[in-house]
């Protein structure tokens, strides 16, 4: 009698410990699984963020402007641009950094053209090995005037773009671009006025029938062949992989290879573009 007493004592004691020790394994094997489901979701982190650090996509878009005088104050008071809507095509490729970043690359052929009337006063223009004896000739020009331009661009722009977290798709980028010009176009042509070869000096009264000769008003074959400079933007994720974007591209290099006018004649363009994530890889 008093041995099994002693095995049902023994028995109680034990049992504590039995459960302690259950407790652990349980416990060990909750927190293994833990571990594992941690690194697995790391891996797919990983593996996604992986898939998605380069992106190729195709753009669409227009460019409005062209090239306009600067400093602004050379700008005449009478002033009155008709830049054209025209499509530009390209792609583009993303790097996608940490922290909102993406480094980005573009090659776009865009067609940029533009119209304007002015009203101007001794607007100055020397033009190159077309004066007497292949000198420059200097003429100045008051009166009324049509302007006409257009630029065939390859135009390579090189960015950084952030993402605002918790806002939606909005992202700023900055960067500059560099760009070949195909194609080229700038005529200068009087309407109403006089032209002289010192300012407010009358050597020709100009009119619709009564014209200079076609070279001094056609500017083309001064142009330069590259140009360079800044922008800036805004772009919004309205849709999974589609981007609307709005920039603002300004030229830092005159769009002349040579001194014609007094002042320079600047690239300044704003661009809507849609974009398309085509490949994440």
């Known amino acids: 009698m008093k041995s099994k007493i002693a095995i049902y004592i023994a028995s109680l004691l034990m049992l504590p410990a039995a459960a302690w020790g259950s407790g652990l394994r349980h416990s060990d094997s909750t927190a293994v699984n833990r571990g594992v489901n941690a690194a697995m979701e790391l891996t797919k982190a990983k593996t996604r963020n992986y898939d998605r650090r380069n992106i190729l996509t195709v753009q669409v878009g227009t460019d409005i402007g062209g ?7 050379y700008i005449p008071d009478v002033f009155v641009p008709t830049p054209k809507v025209l499509p530009n095509v390209g792609v583009r490729y993303g790097v996608v950094l940490d922290k909102g970043w993406t480094l980005g690359a573009e090659v776009s052929y865009k067609h940029v053209e533009m119209a304007a009337d002015a009203v101007v006063q001794n607007m100055r223009a020397a033009l190159p090995d077309i004066g007497v004896g292949g000198s ?8 009324r005037a049509s302007m006409n331009m257009a630029f065939d661009i390859m135009e390579v722009p090189l960015y950084a773009r952030y993402r605002f977290d918790g806002r939606g798709g909005h992202n700023i980028l900055f960067g500059g671009y560099a760009a070949w010009v195909i194609n080229s176009r700038f005529q200068n042509n009087p309407m ?3 032209i002289g070869g010192e300012p407010d000096k009358v050597d020709m ?8 000769p076609a070279e001094q008003k056609d500017f083309s074959k001064y142009l330069s062949k590259w140009d360079a400079g800044l922008v800036v933007g805004y772009e919004n994720s309205f849709f999974k992989r589609i981007r609307v974007g709005l920039r603002i591209s300004m030229g830092l290099k005159d769009v002349f290879d040579v001194k014609v006018l007094e002042y320079k004649m600047l690239q300044m363009r704003g661009t809507i573009t849609l974009s398309y994530d085509l490949w994440h890889f």
Do not use: W
């Open 67 to 73: 090239a306009i005088p600067v400093p602004f104050s």
């Open 192 to 194: 109403d006025g006089f």
């Open 205 to 212: 009264i100009i009119t619709p029938e009564s014209q200079i």
């Open 136 to 143: 420059d000739l200097v003429q100045y020009f008051s009166g």
